[in-house]
C-alpha cells in the first residue's frame, strides 16, 4: 500500500492544528474553572505538539538524519512515558476509589 508523502504531511498539519486547537480548549476551560493550568495530560500534548511541530519543520528544512532521528525518538519516547504515568495514576486512583 502506498501512502503518498503529500496526505502523510497534510495529515500532519491535521494533527498539529488538532493539538493546538485542544490545548487552548483545555485552557480556557481550566481557567475559568480555576483548575490547575499545568498537568501531566498538557505536558502530553505539548510533546506531541512539539514532535508534529519538527515534522513540519523537517519538510521545508534538511535536517540531518541523525538529528532528526533523535529528536523524533526521544520526543516519541517522553509521550509513551507520559501515557504510561497517566495510565498508571488513573489505575492507581480507581484503586484509592474502591478501597473507601
Not at 5 to 28: K, R
Not at 49 to 66: K, R, V
Not at 92 to 97: D, L, S
Amino acid at each position: 500500500m502506498y501512502i503518498s508523502p503529500i496526505f502523510l504531511q497534510t495529515a500532519l498539519y491535521i494533527v498539529a492544528a488538532i493539538l493546538i486547537i485542544f490545548i487552548i480548549g483545555i485552557t480556557i476551560f481550566k481557567y475559568r474553572n480555576k483548575l490547575k493550568l499545568w498537568d501531566k495530560s498538557m505536558t502530553l500534548a505539548s510533546v506531541v505538539l512539539l514532535n508534529c511541530i519538527y515534522s513540519i519543520l523537517s519538510y521545508f528544512f534538511d535536517f540531518p538524519y541523525e538529528l532528526s532521528s533523535i529528536i523524533t525518538g526521544g520526543l516519541s519516547l517522553v509521550a509513551f512515558g507520559y501515557i504510561v504515568v497517566i495510565i498508571w495514576e488513573l489505575i492507581k486512583n480507581k484503586k484509592a476509589a474502591n478501597t473507601k
